[in-house]
């Protein structure tokens, strides 16, 4: 079974901006779109194992990805909810519409500023348009009544923007929630935050959630932007079998020791123990808990 009820699976790689927080300009792994039956192959494996969510992206925009309401509709047909995070640029109407239709539950829209800030960070995208695709869609899921899809919108304040101004600009749009996180280093990828050197577990290797990348290696981290990590293909083995196989087995035991110098993790300041929280602020999780996943928060085990 799996270690929670999500898996994510990253059907595109590539992304249409270039932006300051994020590391792609280290990227070496392909730059890819996922087959429709591979993707359908790991959602029916999913299903089997016990999954309630998918979530259809990693590191790439998943509007890039022509088929992503089909890959949505997929797992719709099988009763899973559903979850992307966009930077909305591409969000024309008929693909809003589109998204609505195939049964999208949850969006997320990062917006890392607002107007000039925005496009400091967004290098490649406009503040102007993206805000008038996000507000389009606000307009046509409020007309979806009851089958609305959930909106929320993450935040990571880059140029000493306030919590409070973040705050009055967007919670005076019809969304579900906001999140304002402080920036972190995408395990090495860049250094926004110090790398502690007394760390902790961040449970991901016992609790998930699966993560799968566009070429259909498995990792065990989210921040894993380059593929580090690999604990298995699923293109030569079943997710069933990479969850009980010795790579992750090794991990495992490795983050249960606190030894973690060869791994990624070694470089990663989420793993910092420190009295700061990551999450700046939350109107989902008024109490701002730490090792959570920032989509279905589901509580990691810590150690």
């Given at each position: ?22 590391p ?20 029916d494996?999913a ?40 930077n ?11 998204l ?6 949850h ?11 925005y ?13 008038s ?18 909106v ?15 705050r ?17 280093g995408w ?9 502690e050197t ?15 990348m566009a ?34 087995r090794?991990l ?12 990624l ?9 420190e ?25 990691l085990?810590?150690?």
């Amino acid at each position: 079974m799996l270690p929670n009820t999500e898996i994510r699976i990253e059907t595109v790689s590539d992304c249409n901006s270039h932006c300051t927080i994020c590391p792609r300009e280290k990227m070496t792994r392909p730059i890819m779109t996922m087959g429709k039956l591979h993707f359908e192959y790991l959602v029916d494996q999913a299903v089997d194992l016990g999954a309630a969510l998918v979530t259809p992206f990693g590191h790439g925009e998943p509007l890039l990805d022509p088929k992503i309401e089909d890959r949505i509709q997929y797992c719709t047909n099988y009763g899973l909810d559903t979850f992307i995070t966009t930077n909305a640029s591409l969000l024309t109407m008929d693909r809003a519409k589109a998204l609505l239709d195939s049964g999208l539950g949850h969006i997320r829209f990062s917006c890392h500023g607002i107007g000039s800030d925005y496009n400091k960070v967004h290098r490649g995208l406009s503040w102007d348009e993206t805000l008038s695709n996000i507000e389009m869609f606000l307009e046509l899921n409020a007309a979806c009544n009851f089958d609305s899809c959930v909106v929320s919108v993450s935040v990571i304040p880059m140029h000493d923007e306030l919590v409070g101004d973040i705050r009055t600009f967007w919670e005076s749009r019809p969304i579900d929630f906001l999140e304002i996180w402080r920036p972190h280093g995408w395990a090495g990828g860049r250094s926004y935050r110090s790398v502690e050197t007394r760390k902790k577990s961040c449970g991901r290797p016992f609790n998930g959630p699966i993560q799968i990348m566009a070429d259909g290696r498995f990792i065990a981290c989210c921040f894993d932007f380059n593929g580090e990590l690999v604990i298995g293909d699923t293109h030569t083995s079943s997710i069933d079998f990479i969850l009980n196989g010795e790579p992750l087995r090794r991990l495992r035991s490795k983050h249960e020791s606190g030894d973690l110098k060869g791994l990624l993790c070694e470089r990663c300041d989420q793993l910092n123990i420190e009295d700061k929280s990551p999450l700046l602020y939350s109107s989902r999780d008024n109490t701002r808990e730490v090792g959570k996943t920032s989509s279905a928060k589901t509580k990691l085990k810590e150690m």
